[in-house]
T-cell receptor
Framework: QKEVEQDPGPLSVPEGAIVSLNCTYS??????FMWYRQYSRKGPELLMY????GNKEDGRFTAQVDKSSKYISLFIRDSQPSDSATYLC????????????FGSGTKLNVKP | ETGVTQSPTHLIKTRGQQVTLRCSSQ?????VSWYQQALGQGPQFIFQ???????GRGNFPPRFSGLQFPNYSSELNVNALELDDSALYLC?????????????FGPGTRLLVL
């Protein structure tokens, strides 16, 4: 069993839709949860960073962490064609904050 | 821009050859991690260096080795290349503190092994 599971998609939505992306994980020791956006043939770009459980909002993006269910989500409101990319969840901790475990990524396509 | 640079951007090698990939960390960052990202997959942790010492390794064979220099730049060396080594190689720099931290990724080096 992989430490982090993520539906690979692809997920296709119309412009303006609310997008929900999710990951599950098996290691209850994870404390740091990240969402990265990766455009084709580029490096991952940090979108959201959350410590432990709870919600965090930044503009059109909301990250949720439910440690009791080992489940994290990223919501994108008013999705735009420029949001079309692969979204990677990542998590780490507590003993090595910099060793990340990534999901396989969900490919999102926002249609104009 | 993250301030993390990698070179070269693309590389083609043949099976059995050796390759060296380079990474320049963001200013002030003393920790560098290397990841391998196969097509359609998430990045997989190779190893991490902190103050020039290896500080954790993923499930990669010894033919994957690394160096970190006093200026915190870093190299990833892969010997005896195999076809499955074809991937995007990412380095990520960070600081190491007792609280939460995150990493900034470079653009990657795309390696093709023929």
């Amino acid at each position: 069993q992989k430490e982090v599971e993520q539906d690979p998609g692809p997920l296709s939505v119309p412009e303006g839709a609310i997008v929900s992306l999710n990951c599950t994980y098996s290691n209850s020791a994870f404390q740091y949860f990240m969402w990265y956006r990766q455009y084709s043939r580029k490096g991952p770009e940090l979108l959201m960073y959350t410590y432990s459980s709870g919600n965090k909002e930044d503009g059109r993006f909301t990250a949720q962490v439910d440690k009791s269910s080992k489940y994290i989500s990223l919501f994108i409101r008013d999705s735009q064609p420029s949001d079309s990319a692969t979204y990677l969840c990542a998590m780490s901790g507590p003993y090595n904050f910099n060793k990340f475990y990534f999901g396989s990524g969900t490919k999102l396509n926002v249609k104009p | 821009e993250t301030g993390v640079t990698q070179s070269p951007t693309h590389l083609i090698k043949t099976r059995g050859q050796q390759v060296t990939l380079r990474c320049s960390s963001q200013s002030g960052h003393n920790t560098v991690s290397w990841y391998q990202q196969a097509l359609g997959q998430g990045p997989q942790f190779i190893f991490q260096y902190y103050r020039e010492e290896e500080n954790g390794r993923g499930n990669f064979p010894p033919r994957f080795s690394g160096l970190q220099f006093p200026n915190y730049s870093s190299e990833l060396n892969v010997n005896a290349l195999e076809l499955d080594d074809s991937a995007l190689y990412l380095c990520a720099s960070s600081t190491r503190t007792g609280t939460s931290e995150t990493q900034y990724f470079g653009p990657g080096t795309r390696l093709l092994v023929l």
